[in-house]
């Protein structure tokens, strides 16, 4: 059963334009130390961390109700398995979030697609419930 599906784009140009004017400030307000240590290491970061932003805009969107309010930066946390897929990781009100969305002796299931053409970057969120086995 789905009980959340979110979608972001951003623009590659903003998160260059806000690592140029805030340096270490902006990314380490919005990224944790993995997501970091993950995109310093790539050629042309600004695409990864902009895809890493749209991956938590998508996942809050997914957890979102009309109740719900804003979620911490942090809460969301976009890994890579070894195969390169990337996996999201909820930490803290993301996590409670999701826990509160999910029916009685279900556990969830999170799948996120990134994407990126210059300038623009996107991802997509499910979040599934499954029975646990």
Not at 10 to 33: H, L, V
Request: charged content about 30%; overall charge neutral.
């Amino acid at each position: 059963m789905i009980i959340g599906i979110g979608t972001d784009m951003c623009d590659i140009r903003r998160i260059e334009n806000s690592i140029e004017k805030f340096g270490e400030r902006f990314i380490n307000k919005i990224f944790t130390e993995k997501e970091q240590a993950y995109c310093d290491a790539k050629s042309g970061r600004a695409a990864y961390y902009a895809k890493r932003f749209a991956a938590k805009e998508a996942v809050a969107k997914a957890l979102a109700r009309e109740e719900t309010g804003a979620l911490s930066w942090k809460d969301v946390e976009v890994r890579n398995d070894p195969s390169g897929r990337p996996t999201i990781h909820l930490y803290r009100q993301a996590k409670e979030r999701l826990e509160s969305h999910l029916p009685k002796g279900l556990e969830a299931i999170t799948h996120i697609s990134l994407t990126d053409d210059y300038p623009y970057a996107m991802a997509f969120a499910i979040i599934e419930a499954h029975s646990r086995i």
